[in-house]
């Protein structure tokens, strides 16, 4: 099975500016993640979709990031405006649901840099 | 809260030394803990889970419920094994914590 697609790769933008990072999941795959990696620090979890619904985003700092997944499948994760602490590596995963759920695939990631 | 904490940022052992890269988690639930690695331009994969007992690539982890511990075990290391190992604690909803990682480069 395909992975799961990210784009773009790398992304280097100023502070205040905006950016969007695109993900497409494993096909059938029902639950969507995106993850916030600082550089040397572990994923830290934005914001979780099952199907188009959010389950949690508790962790989506709102006056500034945005994620939607509207038809269930694609997801796209925005910030508007940027600060400089937001470099980091943005990952987004997929599951199955089920009983095999507890396995996230990740994408390759978008690497970030706000100067 | 839930917790997850790797003390060790970088382990740097020789090829054919038994390596152990330490978790300890914090969790008020019943624990679900998962090593996920991370080789050189690759992604992050699960390498494996506590409920299956299994050894993956000769990697082994024992949950200790007592000392709040998963630490991730190999007897001897090989240069393939050189990556960034995460340690991971599942809480309800399958949402994932990670430690902070640490980095083992095995020497030959």
């Known amino acids: 099975e395909a992975g799961v697609a990210q784009s773009p790769r790398y992304k280097i933008i100023e502070k205040r500016q905006s950016v969007a990072f695109w993900c497409n999941p494993i096909?059938?795959?029902?639950?969507l993640y995106w993850y916030q990696q600082i550089l040397g620090q572990g994923p830290k979890l934005l914001i979780q979709?099952?199907?188009?619904?959010?389950?949690?985003d508790s962790q989506l700092p709102k006056d500034r990031f945005s994620a939607e997944r509207l038809k269930g499948v694609d997801s796209t994760l925005k910030i508007q405006p940027a600060k400089l602490e937001d470099s980091a590596v943005y990952l987004c995963?997929?599951?199955?649901?089920?009983?095999?759920?507890?396995?996230?695939?990740f994408g390759p990631g978008t690497r970030l840099t706000v100067t | 809260a839930q917790r997850v904490t790797q003390p060790e940022k970088l382990l740097s052992v020789f090829k054919g030394a038994p390596v152990e890269l330490k978790c300890n988690y914090s969790y008020s639930g019943s624990p679900e803990l998962f090593w996920y690695v991370q080789y050189s331009r690759q992604r992050l994969q699960l390498l494996l889970r506590?409920?299956s007992r299994e050894s993956i690539k000769g990697f082994t982890a024992d949950l200790n419920k007592g000392e709040t511990s998963f630490h991730l075990k190999k007897p001897f290391a090989q240069e393939e094994d050189s990556a960034m190992y995460y340690c991971?604690?599942?809480?309800?909803?399958?949402?994932?914590?990670f430690g902070g990682g640490t980095r083992l480069m095995v020497k030959p």
């Open positions: 979709f099952q199907n188009n619904g959010v389950v949690d």
């Open positions: 995963a997929s599951s199955r649901s089920g009983t095999d759920s507890y396995e996230q695939y």
């Open positions: 506590h409920i």
């Open positions: 991971a604690l599942l809480r309800a909803g399958n949402m994932l914590t």
């Open positions: 096909s059938g795959h029902a639950t």
